[in-house]
């Protein structure tokens, strides 16, 4: 239990006073915009650029780890994709949205703090390198999907590629991620003033990503489409970790605290950018938010029961 109350309570009861402070109007919804806007925009950017900058590229490229997690993300994509097609008859679009909401996690909001906090801050490394590369090709992928779909009424398809490629240009955890591997490709160490300009705007992301998902998550409803929101919970708090542990621990023989850090990262609810990607389409929005705070309301209870057996998992 020793790793709930000191992993899992904490980042959750960030996330309570920030719920706190949206239900009871401390902080409305102007302040829940801008947050989130400086989360997404310069804070989590200016952390994955800093902590990627200052790994080894042997590191980054850690074959196994990548294999056993985005292998993991690509199984239960093609899962959630193919059911939301065949089982609920979804268009390509709402299907997309569908399959990253039970396959993007809450990495960079969460994630990172709750990795470093669970096994120490070099665990940080394998968690920023999981949100980068799960980032890039997800949106990738998932924002394809969408334009893709709407196709149908009429789009040319040059049109279709065009969007996505400004889309993924205009990703600020996409670009800062490749500044960032960039910059460790060359093995110049980072200057210092901007070492700790990124040190003290990198801090801000955790706590302040944390307080964002508290504040998303007031107003939002349970009820709409219960059966597709509740697929999508399992497929991400049960079918993700289960075939990340899988392929890490079986498959590719990740090294201990890497595989912990990929089973953490897959055992995460659904990130709030999978809302943020629906609302700006307008397609798929409630059940979006629905699955959103319903995982992330469950995910009490399933990290702290991941954390309660770590005897299988950590080693």
């Not at 801008?34 to 850690?62: D, G, M, S, W």
């Not at 960032?180 to 300009?197: E, F, N, Q, V």
Request: hydrophobic share 60%; proline share 6%; with cysteine.
């Amino acid at each position: 239990m020793r790793p709930v109350i000191e992993a899992v309570l904490p980042v959750f009861a960030i996330i309570l006073i920030g719920f706190g402070a949206g239900r009871y109007r401390l902080l409305g919804p102007a302040s829940s915009d801008a947050l989130n806007r400086f989360v997404y925009f310069i804070a989590l950017p200016v952390l994955l650029f800093h902590a990627l900058a200052r790994t080894k590229p042997e590191q980054i490229f850690n074959l196994p780890f990548l294999a056993a997690y985005i292998g993991g993300q690509s199984l239960l994509l093609l899962i959630a994709g193919s059911l939301a097609l065949v089982a609920f008859r979804r268009p390509l679009q709402e299907a997309s949205l569908f399959a990253m909401g039970s396959v993007f996690g809450n990495t960079g909001y969460m994630g990172i703090p709750l990795a470093a906090a669970a096994f120490g801050e070099p665990a940080a490394v394998p968690a920023v390198i999981a949100t980068a590369f799960g980032t890039a090709w997800i949106v990738a992928v998932v924002t394809f999907g969408i334009e893709l779909g709407l196709t149908a009424h009429g789009r040319p398809y040059r049109h279709v590629m065009a969007d996505v490629a400004m889309a993924l240009a205009k990703n600020p955890l996409l670009g800062s991620s490749l500044l960032g591997i960039a910059w460790s490709m060359t093995g110049l160490p980072l200057w210092t003033p901007l070492d700790r300009l990124c040190g003290i705007l990198g801090a801000a992301a955790g706590p302040c990503a944390l307080i964002a998902i508290g504040l998303f998550l007031v107003g939002k409803r349970l009820s709409s489409g219960p059966a597709e929101s509740g697929a999508m919970v399992v497929l991400k708090l049960l079918v993700h970790p289960l075939l990340t542990a899988l392929l890490a621990l079986l498959v590719f023989d990740v090294e201990p605290l890497w595989a912990a850090a990929a089973i953490l990262m897959a055992a995460l609810p659904t990130g709030a950018n999978v809302f943020v990607l629906a609302q700006r389409y307008d397609v798929y929005v409630e059940r979006i938010s629905a699955a959103t705070l319903l995982s992330t309301v469950l995910a009490v209870v399933t990290l702290s029961a991941l954390f309660t057996w770590p005897h299988w998992w950590i080693g």
